[in-house]
């Protein structure tokens, strides 16, 4: 079994005025709706167990899963009281996942050129995260250290840095052209130390044995506070995948795009 969870629940405001009448999951590409395109391709993949959480038109999701051929291969999360982010919505999803695999987590409203079943084999069985990463140039970065373990993230443009690491916290950080991390404070980075900094792509997989810590997180919450306030007494590391191509579907003026990306 290869479980997945589709992030669907969001309102769209970037698609407006498509999604003041419909949920962006259903926004059509080449004449197929988000939420189908993933699907297909997850199932093309190997995947058979899929949790999609539902908020905005949620009846109308509901009712497209239904009548769909996949319809047997998936399960509902109800978020219609509350949006709970990416790290409320998983753990509201929790009992809905098999206990044993791995859980890929994707956005309905992304498109990729990553080939899942690559994705799943790498994550090994002593990793509880794995983060689908890339060298693409942004504002912010999570930072790595040699051996791909995730040690924190930083805005490059207002200094900001989250990590559990205080000598991390207090570096003062900045990245070079290689994406190597540079401290340029008072508080170096420890001689044994090297960090590179790259760009997530919002594709990971999960370890359900990780459900557990959530239970002291409240209700909502985003997913990389959890990564980030675990990942020194967890195995969470990163996958980089150096030809990734996204594309982010959630904008009007991409969507025709789109049509030429799955092309």
Same mark, same amino acid.
């Given at each position: 079994?290869?479980?997945?969870?589709?992030?669907?629940?969001?309102?769209?405001?970037?698609?407006?005025?498509?999604?003041?009448?419909?949920?962006?999951?259903? /926004?059509?590409?080449?004449?197929?709706?988000?939420?189908?395109?993933?699907?297909?391709?997850?199932?093309?993949?190997?995947?058979?167990?899929?949790? /999609?959480?539902?908020?905005?038109?949620?009846?109308?999701?509901?009712?497209?899963?239904?009548?769909?051929e996949y319809a047997p291969l998936v399960r509902i999360s109800d978020e219609?009281?509350?949006?709970?982010?990416?790290?409320?919505?998983?753990?509201?999803?929790?009992?809905?996942?098999?206990?044993?695999?791995?859980?890929?987590?994707?956005?309905?409203?992304?498109?990729?050129?990553?080939?899942?079943?690559?994705?799943s084999r790498q994550h090994l069985p002593d990793e509880d995260a794995v983060l689908l990463v890339s060298r693409r140039k942004t504002k912010r970065y999570l930072l790595f250290d040699n051996a791909m373990r995730l040690m924190g993230w930083t805005n490059i443009e207002t200094g900001e840095v989250k990590s559990p690491f205080p000598w991390l916290r207090e570096a003062g950080i900045t990245i070079d052209d290689q994406l190597q991390v540079i401290s340029h404070t008072s508080h170096p980075l420890p001689l044994t130390t090297q960090l590179y900094a790259f760009a997530f792509s919002g594709i990971h997989s999960f370890s359900p044995r990780l459900f557990p810590l959530m239970e002291r997180f409240p209700d909502r919450f985003p997913i990389m506070d959890f990564y980030l306030s675990t990942c020194h007494r967890r195995h969470i590391v990163g996958c980089l995948k150096e030809d990734l191509r996204l594309l982010d579907v959630g904008k009007l003026d991409t969507l025709s795009e789109a049509e030429k990306f799955l092309k």
């Open positions: 079994m290869k479980q997945a969870m589709i992030f669907a629940a969001g309102l769209g405001t970037r698609l407006k005025p498509l999604t003041d009448h419909m949920p962006k999951a259903l /926004v059509e590409v080449g004449g197929k709706p988000l939420l189908d395109i993933v699907i297909d391709k997850l199932r093309e993949q190997g995947y058979d167990r899929f949790v /999609v959480n539902v908020h905005h038109f949620a009846d109308q999701i509901e009712e497209h899963v239904a009548a769909a219609r009281d509350e949006l709970l982010e990416t790290g409320g919505g998983l753990k509201k999803a929790a009992s809905l996942f098999a206990d044993e695999e791995p859980i890929l987590i994707h956005n309905v409203d992304i498109l990729s050129n990553v080939d899942f079943g690559w994705f």
